[in-house]
Protein backbone atom coordinates (compact mmCIF):
# COMPACT_ATOMS: atom_id res chain seq x y z
CA UNK A 1 0.00 0.00 0.00
CA UNK A 2 1.57 3.80 -0.75
CA UNK A 3 1.58 6.31 1.69
CA UNK A 4 -0.15 9.61 1.01
CA UNK A 5 1.43 12.59 -0.16
CA UNK A 6 1.77 13.91 3.04
CA UNK A 7 2.38 11.27 5.14
CA UNK A 8 4.98 12.09 8.05
CA UNK A 9 7.31 8.67 6.96
CA UNK A 10 6.98 9.45 3.40
CA UNK A 11 8.26 12.98 4.19
CA UNK A 12 10.45 11.60 6.42
CA UNK A 13 11.93 8.78 4.15
CA UNK A 14 12.22 10.35 0.93
CA UNK A 15 14.94 13.08 0.15
CA UNK A 16 14.43 15.34 -2.48
CA UNK A 17 17.06 17.63 -2.34
CA UNK A 18 20.45 15.66 -3.00
CA UNK A 19 23.57 17.70 -4.11
CA UNK A 20 26.99 15.22 -2.46
CA UNK A 21 29.35 17.12 -4.67
CA UNK A 22 28.21 20.31 -3.34
CA UNK A 23 31.17 20.75 -0.48
CA UNK A 24 28.63 22.98 1.69
CA UNK A 25 25.87 20.72 1.31
CA UNK A 26 27.48 17.92 1.80
CA UNK A 27 29.38 19.04 5.34
CA UNK A 28 25.54 20.93 6.62
CA UNK A 29 23.80 17.38 6.21
CA UNK A 30 25.14 15.50 3.28
CA UNK A 31 27.62 13.45 5.22
CA UNK A 32 25.41 12.50 8.17
CA UNK A 33 22.25 11.32 6.06
CA UNK A 34 24.54 9.19 3.60
CA UNK A 35 26.61 7.84 7.08
CA UNK A 36 23.96 6.76 8.49
CA UNK A 37 21.96 4.73 5.27
CA UNK A 38 25.78 3.02 4.82
CA UNK A 39 25.74 1.73 8.51
CA UNK A 40 22.67 0.47 8.22
CA UNK A 41 23.39 -1.32 4.46
CA UNK A 42 26.34 -2.44 6.09
CA UNK A 43 25.00 -5.34 8.29
CA UNK A 44 22.05 -6.06 5.75
CA UNK A 45 24.44 -6.90 3.02
CA UNK A 46 26.89 -9.03 6.18
CA UNK A 47 23.63 -10.87 6.48
CA UNK A 48 23.21 -11.39 2.85
CA UNK A 49 26.74 -12.86 2.46
CA UNK A 50 26.08 -15.50 5.71
CA UNK A 51 22.75 -16.82 3.80
CA UNK A 52 24.59 -16.59 0.04
CA UNK A 53 26.99 -18.69 0.99
CA UNK A 54 25.12 -20.84 3.94
CA UNK A 55 26.22 -24.16 2.31
CA UNK A 56 29.69 -24.05 2.12
CA UNK A 57 29.34 -25.06 5.59
CA UNK A 58 26.21 -26.94 5.99
CA UNK A 59 27.70 -29.00 2.48
CA UNK A 60 30.75 -30.42 4.66
CA UNK A 61 28.00 -32.32 7.24
CA UNK A 62 25.28 -32.69 5.14
CA UNK A 63 26.58 -36.56 5.54
CA UNK A 64 27.30 -36.10 9.11
CA UNK A 65 23.37 -35.57 9.33
CA UNK A 66 22.37 -38.92 7.59
CA UNK A 67 22.64 -37.70 4.44
CA UNK A 68 24.30 -39.54 1.38
CA UNK A 69 25.30 -37.43 -1.17
CA UNK A 70 28.63 -37.52 -3.84
CA UNK A 71 31.42 -35.19 -3.38
CA UNK A 72 30.33 -33.96 -6.71
CA UNK A 73 26.85 -32.94 -5.31
CA UNK A 74 28.22 -31.11 -2.64
CA UNK A 75 30.48 -29.28 -4.60
CA UNK A 76 27.02 -28.65 -6.54
CA UNK A 77 25.55 -27.24 -3.89
CA UNK A 78 28.16 -24.60 -2.80
CA UNK A 79 27.95 -23.40 -6.10
CA UNK A 80 24.42 -23.16 -7.03
CA UNK A 81 23.52 -20.16 -4.79
CA UNK A 82 26.20 -18.34 -6.90
CA UNK A 83 24.45 -19.09 -10.35
CA UNK A 84 20.82 -17.90 -8.99
CA UNK A 85 23.09 -14.97 -7.72
CA UNK A 86 24.84 -13.78 -10.28
CA UNK A 87 21.27 -13.94 -12.91
CA UNK A 88 19.61 -11.92 -10.38
CA UNK A 89 21.93 -9.46 -9.56
CA UNK A 90 21.11 -8.09 -13.49
CA UNK A 91 17.22 -7.30 -12.53
CA UNK A 92 18.23 -6.19 -9.01
CA UNK A 93 20.95 -3.44 -10.26
CA UNK A 94 17.75 -1.93 -11.76
CA UNK A 95 15.79 -2.27 -8.58
CA UNK A 96 16.84 0.71 -6.42
CA UNK A 97 16.65 3.61 -8.96
CA UNK A 98 12.74 2.22 -9.50
CA UNK A 99 11.79 1.43 -6.28
CA UNK A 100 14.05 3.42 -3.71
CA UNK A 101 16.64 2.22 -1.40
CA UNK A 102 15.12 2.15 1.55
CA UNK A 103 11.78 0.01 -0.03
CA UNK A 104 14.50 -2.02 -1.70
CA UNK A 105 16.93 -2.87 1.19
CA UNK A 106 14.21 -3.73 3.47
CA UNK A 107 12.38 -6.40 1.17
CA UNK A 108 15.94 -7.71 -0.19
CA UNK A 109 16.62 -8.30 3.25
CA UNK A 110 13.01 -9.69 4.67
CA UNK A 111 12.90 -12.27 1.72
CA UNK A 112 15.92 -14.28 2.77
CA UNK A 113 14.13 -15.18 5.95
CA UNK A 114 12.44 -18.41 3.77
CA UNK A 115 15.40 -20.28 2.22
CA UNK A 116 16.93 -20.08 6.29
CA UNK A 117 13.51 -21.13 7.71
CA UNK A 118 13.01 -23.99 4.33
CA UNK A 119 16.88 -25.21 5.13
CA UNK A 120 17.14 -25.74 9.15
CA UNK A 121 14.01 -27.86 8.54
CA UNK A 122 15.16 -29.67 5.28
CA UNK A 123 18.57 -30.50 6.82
CA UNK A 124 16.41 -32.76 10.20
CA UNK A 125 15.15 -35.38 7.68
CA UNK A 126 17.57 -37.51 5.73
CA UNK A 127 14.61 -38.61 3.54
CA UNK A 128 14.79 -35.01 1.88
CA UNK A 129 15.60 -35.00 -1.96
CA UNK A 130 18.50 -33.95 -3.44
CA UNK A 131 16.15 -31.89 -5.48
CA UNK A 132 15.12 -29.86 -2.85
CA UNK A 133 17.84 -29.13 -1.47
CA UNK A 134 18.89 -27.67 -5.22
CA UNK A 135 15.43 -25.23 -4.86
CA UNK A 136 16.77 -23.99 -1.40
CA UNK A 137 20.50 -23.02 -2.60
CA UNK A 138 18.87 -21.48 -5.69
CA UNK A 139 16.47 -19.12 -3.33
CA UNK A 140 19.83 -18.69 -0.89
CA UNK A 141 21.18 -17.29 -4.50
CA UNK A 142 18.60 -14.18 -3.59
CA UNK A 143 20.78 -13.27 -1.15
CA UNK A 144 23.86 -13.27 -3.71
CA UNK A 145 22.21 -10.38 -5.63
CA UNK A 146 21.56 -7.85 -3.05
CA UNK A 147 25.11 -7.19 -3.38
CA UNK A 148 24.29 -5.17 -6.60
CA UNK A 149 21.26 -3.28 -5.28
CA UNK A 150 23.13 -2.49 -2.43
CA UNK A 151 26.33 -1.01 -3.90
CA UNK A 152 24.14 0.96 -6.28
CA UNK A 153 22.39 2.55 -3.91
CA UNK A 154 25.04 3.60 -1.34
CA UNK A 155 26.76 5.08 -4.60
CA UNK A 156 24.14 7.36 -4.90
CA UNK A 157 24.73 9.13 -1.46
CA UNK A 158 28.67 9.62 -1.54
CA UNK A 159 30.51 12.11 -4.01
CA UNK A 160 32.73 10.80 -6.55
CA UNK A 161 35.65 11.24 -4.23
CA UNK A 162 34.68 9.52 -1.65
CA UNK A 163 32.94 6.42 -3.44
CA UNK A 164 36.06 4.12 -3.34
CA UNK A 165 35.99 4.48 0.32
CA UNK A 166 32.35 3.49 0.97
CA UNK A 167 32.09 1.21 -1.48
CA UNK A 168 34.67 -0.91 -0.17
CA UNK A 169 33.31 -0.58 3.26
CA UNK A 170 30.05 -1.57 2.19
CA UNK A 171 31.58 -4.12 -0.03
CA UNK A 172 34.08 -5.15 2.18
CA UNK A 173 32.21 -5.14 5.57
CA UNK A 174 29.51 -7.39 3.51
CA UNK A 175 31.55 -9.59 2.44
CA UNK A 176 32.79 -10.17 5.83
CA UNK A 177 29.68 -12.41 6.33
CA UNK A 178 31.20 -15.10 4.51
CA UNK A 179 33.39 -15.70 7.19
CA UNK A 180 30.73 -14.56 10.02
CA UNK A 181 28.87 -17.46 8.89
CA UNK A 182 31.78 -20.21 8.94
CA UNK A 183 32.95 -18.84 12.02
CA UNK A 184 29.25 -19.01 13.86
CA UNK A 185 28.03 -21.80 11.69
CA UNK A 186 30.03 -24.65 13.57
CA UNK A 187 29.67 -22.99 17.19
CA UNK A 188 26.27 -22.83 16.54
CA UNK A 189 25.93 -26.44 15.16
CA UNK A 190 27.06 -28.02 18.60
CA UNK A 191 24.34 -26.08 20.93
CA UNK A 192 20.67 -26.92 20.96
CA UNK A 193 19.38 -23.33 20.41
CA UNK A 194 16.16 -24.03 18.60
CA UNK A 195 14.91 -26.82 20.22
CA UNK A 196 11.46 -25.07 20.57
CA UNK A 197 10.84 -24.60 17.70
CA UNK A 198 11.49 -28.20 16.38
CA UNK A 199 15.48 -28.57 16.19
CA UNK A 200 15.99 -31.97 17.38
CA UNK A 201 19.74 -32.70 16.49
CA UNK A 202 21.63 -35.81 15.19
CA UNK A 203 23.96 -37.86 17.71
CA UNK A 204 27.48 -37.73 15.71
CA UNK A 205 29.92 -41.34 15.96
CA UNK A 206 31.72 -39.93 19.01
CA UNK A 207 28.52 -39.46 21.22
CA UNK A 208 28.78 -35.11 20.75
CA UNK A 209 25.28 -33.94 18.96
CA UNK A 210 25.01 -31.69 16.02
CA UNK A 211 22.46 -29.19 15.84
CA UNK A 212 22.83 -28.54 11.51
CA UNK A 213 19.53 -26.34 11.32
CA UNK A 214 20.97 -23.93 13.91
CA UNK A 215 23.50 -22.52 10.83
CA UNK A 216 20.19 -21.43 9.12
CA UNK A 217 17.88 -20.64 12.17
CA UNK A 218 20.75 -18.60 14.04
CA UNK A 219 20.27 -15.66 11.18
CA UNK A 220 16.51 -15.38 10.80
CA UNK A 221 15.91 -13.34 14.35
CA UNK A 222 19.13 -10.91 12.94
CA UNK A 223 17.37 -10.60 9.58
CA UNK A 224 14.22 -9.89 10.99
CA UNK A 225 16.08 -6.93 13.24
CA UNK A 226 17.70 -5.78 10.30
CA UNK A 227 14.85 -5.17 7.80
CA UNK A 228 12.80 -3.38 10.12
CA UNK A 229 16.09 -1.10 10.54
CA UNK A 230 16.24 -0.48 7.04
CA UNK A 231 12.37 0.37 6.70
CA UNK A 232 12.60 2.85 9.59
CA UNK A 233 16.45 4.19 9.23
CA UNK A 234 17.34 4.24 6.02
CA UNK A 235 15.64 6.96 3.35
CA UNK A 236 14.98 6.73 -0.86
CA UNK A 237 16.57 9.47 -3.02
CA UNK A 238 14.21 10.77 -5.19
CA UNK A 239 17.15 12.24 -7.43
CA UNK A 240 17.99 8.48 -7.98
CA UNK A 241 14.48 7.89 -9.39
CA UNK A 242 14.97 6.68 -13.19
CA UNK A 243 13.21 3.37 -15.32
CA UNK A 244 14.39 0.71 -16.80
CA UNK A 245 14.80 2.01 -20.29
CA UNK A 246 17.60 4.85 -18.95
CA UNK A 247 19.45 2.36 -17.26
CA UNK A 248 20.05 -0.08 -20.15
CA UNK A 249 21.86 2.04 -22.36
CA UNK A 250 24.65 1.68 -20.04
CA UNK A 251 24.82 -2.51 -21.76
CA UNK A 252 26.05 -0.85 -24.47
CA UNK A 253 29.47 0.66 -23.28
CA UNK A 254 32.49 -2.05 -24.35
CA UNK A 255 33.85 -0.08 -20.77
CA UNK A 256 30.97 -2.42 -19.00
CA UNK A 257 32.57 -5.90 -20.24
CA UNK A 258 36.22 -5.07 -20.17
CA UNK A 259 35.58 -4.09 -16.18
CA UNK A 260 33.35 -6.77 -15.78
CA UNK A 261 36.09 -9.31 -16.50
CA UNK A 262 38.21 -7.91 -13.94
CA UNK A 263 35.68 -7.88 -10.95
CA UNK A 264 35.06 -11.69 -12.06
CA UNK A 265 38.86 -12.43 -11.67
CA UNK A 266 38.81 -10.39 -8.41
CA UNK A 267 35.44 -10.60 -7.00
CA UNK A 268 34.63 -13.68 -8.52
CA UNK A 269 37.82 -15.96 -7.48
CA UNK A 270 36.80 -14.07 -3.37
CA UNK A 271 33.57 -15.62 -3.59
CA UNK A 272 34.68 -18.99 -5.36
CA UNK A 273 37.39 -19.56 -3.11
CA UNK A 274 34.64 -18.65 0.18
CA UNK A 275 32.47 -21.09 -1.97
CA UNK A 276 34.87 -24.03 -2.10
CA UNK A 277 37.96 -23.78 0.17
CA UNK A 278 36.51 -25.86 2.60
CA UNK A 279 35.59 -28.99 0.23
CA UNK A 280 38.94 -28.41 -1.35
CA UNK A 281 40.70 -28.97 1.67
CA UNK A 282 38.52 -31.45 2.77
CA UNK A 283 39.71 -33.57 0.26
CA UNK A 284 43.29 -32.70 0.42
CA UNK A 285 44.03 -32.98 3.70
CA UNK A 286 41.15 -34.99 5.22
CA UNK A 287 42.63 -35.00 8.70
CA UNK A 288 42.69 -31.63 9.44
CA UNK A 289 39.19 -30.60 10.52
CA UNK A 290 38.74 -27.27 7.61
CA UNK A 291 36.19 -25.72 9.98
CA UNK A 292 38.20 -24.72 12.18
CA UNK A 293 40.24 -22.09 9.75
CA UNK A 294 37.74 -21.98 6.87
CA UNK A 295 36.79 -17.82 8.29
CA UNK A 296 40.35 -16.76 8.02
CA UNK A 297 39.94 -16.35 4.31
CA UNK A 298 37.24 -14.27 3.81
CA UNK A 299 37.61 -12.15 6.76
CA UNK A 300 41.38 -11.26 5.28
CA UNK A 301 39.83 -10.50 2.11
CA UNK A 302 36.54 -8.74 3.50
CA UNK A 303 38.94 -6.69 5.28
CA UNK A 304 41.02 -6.25 2.30
CA UNK A 305 38.64 -4.79 0.08
CA UNK A 306 37.68 -1.79 2.38
CA UNK A 307 41.30 -1.04 2.20
CA UNK A 308 41.69 -1.32 -1.49
CA UNK A 309 38.84 0.51 -2.04
CA UNK A 310 40.56 3.18 -0.03
CA UNK A 311 43.85 3.46 -1.44
CA UNK A 312 42.53 3.31 -5.03
CA UNK A 313 40.83 6.44 -3.58
CA UNK A 314 44.36 8.09 -2.95
CA UNK A 315 46.39 6.00 -5.70
CA UNK A 316 44.19 5.13 -8.35
CA UNK A 317 42.20 2.11 -9.15
CA UNK A 318 44.12 1.10 -12.10
CA UNK A 319 47.37 1.27 -10.47
CA UNK A 320 45.83 -1.16 -7.29
CA UNK A 321 44.36 -3.47 -9.55
CA UNK A 322 47.55 -3.82 -11.93
CA UNK A 323 50.17 -4.52 -8.95
CA UNK A 324 47.16 -7.05 -7.30
CA UNK A 325 46.86 -8.87 -10.35
CA UNK A 326 50.32 -9.54 -10.28
CA UNK A 327 50.52 -10.85 -6.70
CA UNK A 328 47.52 -13.11 -7.55
CA UNK A 329 49.51 -14.68 -10.34
CA UNK A 330 52.24 -15.22 -8.19
CA UNK A 331 50.27 -16.62 -5.28
CA UNK A 332 48.46 -18.82 -8.04
CA UNK A 333 51.48 -20.27 -9.43
CA UNK A 334 52.72 -20.75 -5.32
CA UNK A 335 49.73 -23.00 -4.37
CA UNK A 336 51.26 -26.07 -6.99
CA UNK A 337 53.89 -26.39 -4.60
CA UNK A 338 51.62 -27.11 -1.52
CA UNK A 339 49.54 -29.69 -2.98
CA UNK A 340 49.54 -33.57 -2.20
CA UNK A 341 50.92 -35.96 -4.95
CA UNK A 342 51.46 -39.24 -5.65
CA UNK A 343 55.22 -38.37 -4.00
CA UNK A 344 54.08 -36.01 -1.05
CA UNK A 345 51.10 -35.41 1.51
CA UNK A 346 51.40 -31.89 0.65
CA UNK A 347 51.81 -29.15 3.77
CA UNK A 348 48.65 -27.75 4.70
CA UNK A 349 50.44 -24.90 6.69
CA UNK A 350 51.61 -23.79 3.30
CA UNK A 351 48.41 -24.62 1.29
CA UNK A 352 46.17 -22.71 3.81
CA UNK A 353 49.33 -19.52 3.86
CA UNK A 354 49.24 -19.44 0.02
CA UNK A 355 45.13 -19.55 0.30
CA UNK A 356 45.08 -16.54 2.95
CA UNK A 357 46.99 -14.77 0.40
CA UNK A 358 44.98 -15.19 -2.46
CA UNK A 359 42.03 -13.85 -0.87
CA UNK A 360 43.77 -11.05 0.30
CA UNK A 361 44.65 -10.25 -3.27
CA UNK A 362 41.05 -10.97 -4.32
CA UNK A 363 39.92 -9.13 -1.46
CA UNK A 364 41.87 -5.94 -2.46
CA UNK A 365 41.48 -5.83 -6.36
CA UNK A 366 37.26 -6.30 -5.44
CA UNK A 367 37.57 -2.93 -3.83
CA UNK A 368 40.22 -1.62 -6.46
CA UNK A 369 38.25 -2.61 -9.57
CA UNK A 370 34.91 -1.32 -7.96
CA UNK A 371 36.54 2.32 -7.58
CA UNK A 372 37.82 1.77 -11.12
CA UNK A 373 34.08 0.87 -12.11
CA UNK A 374 32.58 4.54 -10.27
CA UNK A 375 35.11 6.54 -11.29
CA UNK A 376 35.78 5.40 -15.40
CA UNK A 377 31.70 5.61 -16.07
CA UNK A 378 31.25 8.77 -14.06
CA UNK A 379 33.41 10.33 -16.50
CA UNK A 380 32.28 8.75 -19.50
CA UNK A 381 28.99 9.49 -19.19
CA UNK A 382 29.63 13.20 -17.78
CA UNK A 383 32.19 13.69 -20.91
CA UNK A 384 29.05 12.02 -23.30
CA UNK A 385 26.80 14.27 -21.84
CA UNK A 386 28.28 17.53 -21.81
CA UNK A 387 29.44 16.79 -25.22
CA UNK A 388 25.95 16.60 -26.54
CA UNK A 389 24.87 19.94 -24.89
CA UNK A 390 23.70 19.16 -21.61
CA UNK A 391 23.71 20.68 -18.22
CA UNK A 392 25.91 20.29 -15.76
CA UNK A 393 22.88 18.92 -13.59
CA UNK A 394 21.62 16.39 -15.92
CA UNK A 395 25.65 15.27 -16.66
CA UNK A 396 25.64 14.84 -12.88
CA UNK A 397 22.29 12.87 -12.95
CA UNK A 398 23.14 10.51 -15.77
CA UNK A 399 26.57 9.60 -14.72
CA UNK A 400 24.71 8.54 -11.07
CA UNK A 401 22.24 6.81 -13.03
CA UNK A 402 24.99 5.02 -15.38
CA UNK A 403 27.34 4.06 -12.60
CA UNK A 404 25.14 2.74 -10.01
CA UNK A 405 23.98 0.44 -13.24
CA UNK A 406 27.11 -0.29 -14.01
CA UNK A 407 27.72 -1.43 -10.63
CA UNK A 408 25.50 -3.67 -10.33
CA UNK A 409 25.50 -5.41 -13.85
CA UNK A 410 29.41 -6.19 -13.51
CA UNK A 411 28.70 -7.42 -9.77
CA UNK A 412 26.47 -9.66 -11.74
CA UNK A 413 29.69 -10.94 -13.81
CA UNK A 414 31.89 -10.92 -10.88
CA UNK A 415 29.21 -13.73 -8.93
CA UNK A 416 29.64 -15.65 -11.40
CA UNK A 417 32.91 -17.14 -10.02
CA UNK A 418 31.07 -18.83 -7.30
CA UNK A 419 30.05 -21.15 -9.42
CA UNK A 420 33.06 -21.62 -11.90
CA UNK A 421 35.50 -22.34 -9.08
CA UNK A 422 34.07 -24.78 -6.95
CA UNK A 423 32.71 -26.90 -10.33
CA UNK A 424 36.44 -26.27 -11.10
CA UNK A 425 37.86 -27.97 -8.94
CA UNK A 426 35.11 -30.47 -8.45
CA UNK A 427 35.74 -31.51 -12.40
CA UNK A 428 39.65 -31.51 -11.71
CA UNK A 429 39.61 -33.49 -8.63
CA UNK A 430 37.11 -36.01 -10.84
CA UNK A 431 39.01 -36.15 -13.81
CA UNK A 432 42.86 -36.02 -12.50
CA UNK A 433 42.82 -36.57 -8.77
CA UNK A 434 44.43 -33.05 -8.12
CA UNK A 435 42.86 -29.22 -8.22
CA UNK A 436 45.94 -28.46 -10.26
CA UNK A 437 44.37 -28.30 -13.27
CA UNK A 438 41.76 -25.41 -12.11
CA UNK A 439 44.55 -23.75 -10.46
CA UNK A 440 46.32 -23.12 -13.95
CA UNK A 441 43.34 -22.45 -15.30
CA UNK A 442 43.02 -19.30 -12.79
CA UNK A 443 47.10 -18.32 -13.20
CA UNK A 444 45.99 -18.17 -16.84
CA UNK A 445 43.05 -15.93 -16.58
CA UNK A 446 45.11 -14.01 -13.94
CA UNK A 447 47.53 -13.49 -16.13
CA UNK A 448 45.21 -12.24 -19.19
CA UNK A 449 43.78 -9.71 -16.25
CA UNK A 450 47.05 -8.28 -16.06
CA UNK A 451 47.29 -7.58 -19.84
CA UNK A 452 44.13 -5.97 -20.32
CA UNK A 453 44.41 -3.58 -16.58
CA UNK A 454 47.55 -2.29 -18.53
CA UNK A 455 47.02 -1.96 -22.04
CA UNK A 456 43.25 -0.96 -21.70
CA UNK A 457 44.00 1.50 -18.58
CA UNK A 458 47.26 1.76 -17.19
CA UNK A 459 49.02 3.11 -20.82
CA UNK A 460 46.06 5.41 -20.67
CA UNK A 461 46.64 6.27 -16.99
CA UNK A 462 43.22 6.34 -15.73
CA UNK A 463 42.44 6.63 -12.42
Known amino acids: ?53 LFSAVAVNLNKAGFNFTPDQLFML ?62 CGFAGANFASSMGNISFFFPKAKQGGALGINGGLGNMGVSV ?70 LKRVHLWILGILYLATFGSFIGFSAGFAMLAKTQFPDVNILHFAFFGPLLGALARSAGGAISDRFGGTKVSL ?18 DKSTNGNFIAFFGVFLMLFLTAGMGSGSTFQMISVIFRKLTMDRVKNQGGSDEQALHESATDTAAALGFISAIGAIGGFFIPNAFGISL ?23 TWAVYGRKKVK
Open 430 to 452: SLTGSPAGAMKAFLAFYIICIVI
Open 323 to 340: INFIFMAIFSALLFATLP
Open 181 to 250: MQLVAPLAISLSMFAVFGGTGVEQADGSMMYLENAAWVWVPLLAIFTLAAWFGMNDLATSKASLKDQLPV
Open 78 to 139: TALPSVSGALLRVPYSFMVPIFGGRRWTAFSTGILIVPCIWLGVAVQNPATPFSVFIIIALL
Open 1 to 53: MSLPPDSPQKIRSLITEWRPEEPAFWQRKGHHIASRNLWISVPCLLLAFCVWM
